[in-house]
């Protein structure tokens, strides 16, 4: 056959043959992915001993393990890593009390979500304003009831509280809103969006994220459940458990309360222990079923009036309302978690009885120490008899601790407090 002549079939098959594996062998990475195999992984693994191939750099910023030599393991270690999270084995993001080297405890932050189609996130550092120009934000009822409101778009400024309408009757009365003025409150306002141009301008601060507020001047007890209630009430599909998508608070005001109940020292006397305002619950409950919740007193509160323009905020005020145990689920159930008593509050099925004495309380109701230790004797040989498990602490911390006053009581099925005789 002369060289002039035609390609036979096999002549024709080398041809495509050698073509295609040109082809393959030239796009290797996308080759590789279309029939299912990771690139990094083959390079790592095959590629590297072969001596061909380039060290693609990973999204963690570390090069495919093939790749790694001891020096890289040295200054990285062999942590795993998930997109958008810090490399480590997971104990980085979450880790209840008592665990690790510390026993100390943290939580990985959700995702942030909405309420009422407006994003609750941080913002930069460069996001500490906001200029509406002409278009100055509404203020909205979320969700109202006697006793309790949730409102978007609320302004504080020069010691009133303004809520921005052109729809009077899309706000309920004031009196229903706001029953009492104090220390923290002047006088709330609804005014007109022409009015507000006038009285606020056409910029102002944001206070991000959602805040709580109690209006009432004196603490107690149900304050910090009854606002989680009211707040819990924008999610209707908490479940059983606990879960919910929204985000949590970020600050619990108390406009009427100073920090300190005691007059303020000399500035030279800072070493004076001093006594905090009674919130009506402990400061370690707080921190345990709401870490992410900063306290703002009195002080706080007034230093925003002072600033000299308006701020605008998200705000949850709390009046006259009882907790409701149904809806306060999601922070039993992180104050388990702190405690580290999930397993056992799954599995005891004794029944566990306690009773909370205020026997130590300087003021207020308590039984007689005849009738105390008659009730306390009792509920222990009852304990005794059925084959529960009996508990006996005080609501003061320097008698009972209040770690230990807290794992008594979640673990609880049947509770006693006792105030008066």
């Known amino acids: 056959m002369r060289w002039t002549a035609p390609p036979d079939k096999r002549e024709i098959s080398l041809i495509f043959l050698s073509l295609a594996a040109y082809f393959f062998a030239y796009n290797i990475d996308a080759s590789l992915q279309v029939i299912g195999i990771d690139r990094l992984a083959t390079q790592g693994a095959v590629l590297s001993r072969l001596g061909i191939g380039k060290g693609n750099i990973a999204e963690d910023g570390r090069r495919p393990p093939g790749w790694r030599d001891a020096l890289e393991n040295e200054i990285f270690g062999d942590w795993t890593w998930g997109k958008n999270h810090v490399a480590g084995d997971g104990a980085e993001r979450t880790q209840l009390k008592g665990s690790g080297r510390h026993g100390a405890m943290w939580l990985e932050r959700p995702p942030v979500g909405k309420v009422d189609r407006r994003p ?32 978007d778009n609320v302004f504080i400024f020069n010691g009133s509280v303004f809520l921005v309408t052109d729809e009077k009757n899309s706000l309920p009365d004031m009196s229903s809103m706001v029953a009492s003025v104090g220390n923290g409150f002047g006088k709330w306002k609804i005014i007109t969006t022409s009015v507000a141009h006038r009285l606020l301008g056409d910029y102002g601060g944001i206070i991000r994220g959602v805040s709580w507020l109690t209006a009432d001047s004196h603490p107690h007890n149900s304050t910090l459940f009854a606002l989680w209630r009211t707040y819990s009430s924008l999610d209707v599909g908490i479940t059983s458990t606990g879960y919910t998508t929204l985000p949590p608070p970020r600050r619990l005001i108390f406009p009427h309360n100073r920090f300190f109940t005691d007059a303020n020292p000399d500035f030279g006397d800072h070493w004076i222990r001093r006594r905090r305002v009674d919130t009506g619950f402990h400061p370690f409950l707080l921190k345990a079923a709401f870490p992410q919740l900063g306290m703002q007193y009195f002080e706080d509160w007034d230093d925003y009036h002072e600033m000299q323009v308006p701020y605008i905020s998200d705000l949850c005020p709390y009046f006259w309302f009882t907790c409701i145990r149904a809806l306060v689920d999601a922070c039993e159930e992180e ?9 056992v509050a799954k599995a005891n099925d004794k029944k566990v009885v306690t009773y909370l004495h205020t026997q ?30 009996y508990h006996m ?20 099925s049947v509770g006693y407090l006792v105030l008066s005789s």
């Open 120 to 151: 609750l996130a941080d913002g930069g550092v460069d996001d500490a304003a906001l200029r509406w120009g002409d278009d100055i934000p509404t203020t909205k009822i979320v969700k109202q009831a006697p006793g309790y409101n949730i409102l």
């Open 335 to 343: 104050l388990i978690k702190f405690l580290g008593e999930e397993e």
């Open 393 to 412: 602490v005080s609501t003061q911390t320097s008698d009972t601790d209040w770690t230990d006053r807290m794992m008594t009581i979640v673990k609880s």
């Open 360 to 389: 130590s309380e300087q003021g207020g109701g308590r039984p007689s120490e005849e009738d105390h230790n008659a009730l306390s004797n009792a509920l222990s040989a009852m304990a005794k008899k059925n084959g529960y498990e």
